[in-house]
């Protein structure tokens, strides 16, 4: 079956710094990617959703400047948290489907920031 | 746009049990249902799932029924084991687009 491929799978850095997380589709080509965010005890909220080749769609609420992604391939998508602060810190997800209907979910990247 | 919910929030059942979740959501046009089972700290892992043109749909001990009048769906599990024990969410969309989960329902299967 379809697998996607998240990395890191938890990661802890310093309030101001940059993280990047990736996401890649490992037996398909994804032109589209999503990225949820997941706080303690909460559902998956969409954050935006990556386009291969285009800028992504940022769901409301969500700061573009502050969470820049990327999809320059159609098997990678990345998502890169600028100045980092606590607040920023969260279960982040991706997802992606190679028929554009069942998604599969990688296996999240939990984020710390201190 | 879409609202899904979720009952119920939290389920202990007896190991051997079965346990049904259930789900409404409001958009009408939404055609494609999936259930998702987390564990602590891992991505949603897809269980199973159901299309508007389909009624019922079993997979082993896995079930999800579909109520398109109603608008809503049930994940239902049988003879419940402890490793059954994670978070369910439901989803609701179209095509794929717009995915809208429920708030998740915590199950704990007891030995």
């Known amino acids: 079956g379809a697998v996607v491929s998240q990395h890191p799978s938890w990661v802890i850095c310093k309030s101001g710094t940059s993280v990047k997380i990736e996401c890649r589709s490992l037996?398909?080509?994804?032109?589209?990617m999503f990225w949820y965010r997941q706080f303690p005890k909460q559902s998956l909220m969409l954050m935006a959703t990556?386009?291969?080749?285009?800028?992504?769609?940022?769901e409301q609420g969500v700061e573009k400047d502050k969470f820049l992604i990327n999809h320059a391939s159609l098997t990678l998508s990345t998502l890169t948290v600028t100045s980092a602060h606590p607040e920023d810190s969260s279960f982040y997800i991706c997802?992606?489907?190679?028929?554009?209907?069942?998604?599969?979910f990688g296996s999240g990247t939990r984020l710390t920031v201190v | 746009g879409e609202n899904v919910e979720q009952h119920p929030s939290t389920l202990s059942v007896q190991e051997g049990d079965s346990a049904v979740i259930k789900c409404t959501y409001s958009?009408?046009?939404?055609?494609?249902f999936p259930w998702y089972k987390q564990e602590l700290g891992k991505g949603p892992q897809l269980i199973i799932d159901?299309?508007?043109?389909?009624g019922e749909k079993k997979d082993q001990r896995i079930a999800v029924t579909l109520n398109k009048t109603a608008k809503h769906f049930s994940l239902h599990i049988t003879e419940t084991q402890p490793e059954d024990s994670a978070v369910y969410f439901c989803a609701a969309t179209l095509y794929g687009q717009n995915f809208v989960f429920g708030p998740g329902t915590r199950l704990s299967v007891l030995p």
């Open positions: 159901i299309r508007s043109n389909v």
């Open positions: 037996d398909f080509q994804a032109t589209t």
């Open positions: 958009d009408s046009a939404s055609n494609y």
């Open positions: 990556s386009n291969e080749g285009s800028k992504a769609t940022y």
């Open positions: 997802s992606a489907s190679p028929t554009g209907v069942d998604y599969t």
